[in-house]
């Protein structure tokens, strides 16, 4: 095994990783549909897509360790003699088995995703379940509307989010693919990335600061059907 083909793997391992996070979030979705449609969070199916949450959580968690692993056993043998390299692949394997026999279903379960896929499915029942019944502690129809394609809008590109993203620190949202290139572009310069809404004293934004919401994403979607522009 050689050092080219470790960072290969490497690269491999952090792409399937991004892939697991993607077909989470799809799961979570899914989920959200169901929701809609049954008014509850304690069908069959749901308990079924909390599973595949689970499994999903205990996927990217073994891709965690065996990453640990490999870049803790590759920096040792960055600093031994050449024949070291021979016994990587069972030092690696080694180290990965401590690493994921540490790993508890309590760990699995703390996963960012798996929390949110809990979260989002117990507030979106709770607005199934609750509608507003009194039209007097409802806006106007016209200035919900009007208010509702205002706070789609993202401050970035100025239109209608696709997959909107909070900012955990100010509550700000932003499209997904617009923040993380301004993200990007502005690390590649070493300048620091403001929050784009007037007034926010956020003047660091990182993308470990953003995460999808799937309620309003569904809200958005929702209001294109009603609107028929879908």
């Given at each position: 095994?050689?050092?080219s083909?470790?960072?290969?793997?490497?690269?491999s391992?952090?792409?399937?990783?991004?892939?697991?996070?993607?077909?989470?979030?799809?799961?979570?979705?899914?989920a959200?549909?169901?929701v809609?449609a049954?008014?509850?969070?304690?069908?069959?199916?749901?308990?079924?897509?909390?599973e595949m949450?689970?499994?999903?959580?205990?996927?990217?968690s073994?891709?965690?360790?065996l990453?640990?692993?490999?870049?803790?056993?590759?920096?040792?043998v960055?600093?031994?003699?050449?024949?070291?390299?021979?016994?990587?692949?069972?030092?690696?394997?080694d180290?990965?088995?401590?690493?994921?026999?540490?790993?508890?279903?309590?760990?699995?379960?703390?996963?960012?995703?798996?929390?949110?896929?809990?979260?989002?499915?117990?507030?979106?029942?709770?607005?199934?379940?609750?509608p507003?019944?009194?039209?007097?502690?409802?806006?106007?129809?016209?200035?919900?509307?009007?208010?509702?394609?205002?706070?789609?809008i993202?401050?970035?590109?100025?239109v209608?989010?696709?997959?909107?993203v909070?900012?955990?620190?100010?509550?700000?949202?932003?499209d997904?693919?617009?923040?993380l290139?301004?993200?990007?572009?502005?690390?590649?310069n070493?300048?620091k990335?403001?929050c784009?809404?007037?007034?926010c004293?956020?003047?660091?934004?990182?993308?470990s600061?953003?995460?999808?919401d799937?309620?309003?994403?569904?809200?958005?979607q929702?209001?294109?059907?009603q609107?028929?522009?879908t």
């Open positions: 095994m050689s050092l083909s470790v960072n290969s793997t490497l690269s391992l952090k792409s399937c990783q991004a892939d697991v996070g993607d077909y989470m979030d799809m799961v979570s979705d899914v959200l549909g169901i809609e049954q008014g509850m969070e304690n069908s069959p199916s749901l308990k079924k897509l909390g949450i689970m499994e999903c959580s205990r996927l990217d073994e891709i965690n360790c990453v640990e692993s490999v870049n803790e056993m590759t920096a040792q960055r600093h031994e003699p050449p024949e070291a390299m021979v016994n990587l692949r069972s030092s690696v394997k180290r990965f088995t401590d690493l994921i026999a540490g790993v508890s279903d309590s760990d699995l379960r703390r996963h960012s995703k798996v929390v949110a896929f809990k979260e989002t499915v117990r507030k979106y029942a709770m607005q199934a379940q609750n507003a019944e009194n039209e007097e502690e409802e806006l106007d129809e016209d200035i919900a509307v009007t208010q509702s394609q205002t706070n789609f993202c401050p970035l590109t100025q209608e989010m696709v997959n909107p909070k900012n955990k620190k100010c509550s700000h949202y932003y997904q693919e617009a923040v290139e301004m993200i990007k572009n502005k690390h590649k070493k300048k990335f403001r784009p809404k007037v007034g004293g956020n003047t660091d934004v990182q993308e600061d953003l995460e999808l799937l309620i309003m994403k569904r809200m958005i929702n209001q294109k059907r609107s028929g522009k």
